[in-house]
């Protein structure tokens, strides 16, 4: 039945319209969403799980993409726009805990993080429809489910301490770093190594010494050492070489 639908809306005057004025929101800053046999198919306000704290967050779903973005004038005018192609996506439930309640993870090969709707009818509504639009989507086109998934940043508020070697204490100089392959919270000394992780980045990224020590050993073992767009030699990272400001996580 919603298939039906989704189909009859596809080449709708009303759906053409909505596209159009989600279009018109972002601006010349956003890319062109209106291609033949796209449908919005809802639309709303979640809370963003960020590196350095919760943000509100505008997200439209489509049949085929996911495309959020931050609200300057609610309805109006959004920027910095995301789009997620929902084929890639995998979506999972998180537990209640403290004030984050009715979350659930959005998991892709290249960025993964947390959202949260404010009701769980709100939270069940948008699960549903995404997982409704990814196994339309999969059958549409045979192939399997994705999974591979990039690693969900731990928040900056939940290490004091390095994650990997326990000791170091963060503060204004030492700074807090991102592991890319596993998202923990990590201090300058246990994460000065990069590596090529292609479904984030087709340059390395920085990975603690654990995940560095891990991935090499894996690649070793499959027979491919030196893979040269698999890893690349330790590389003592700066400031300049980082890209862990809150953006980067956004």
Known sequence: MEKKMVDRLANSEANTRRIAMVESCFGASGQPLGIPGRVLIGEGVLTKLCRKKSKLRQFFLFNDILVYGNIVIQKKKYNKQHIIPLENVTIESIQDEGELRNGWLIK????????????????????????????????????LPNNEHAAVWVPDSEAAVCMRCQKAKFTAVNRRHHCRKCGFVVCGPCSEKKYILPSQSSKPVRVCDFCYDAVSAEAMATGQPTRSNSFSRPTKLNASDDDDDDDSSD
């Open 108 to 143: 892709t090969p290249t960025k993964s993080f947390a959202v949260y709707a404010a009701t769980a009818s709100e939270k069940s509504e948008w699960m549903n429809h995404i997982n409704k639009c990814v196994s339309d989507l999969l059958a549409k086109s045979g192939k």
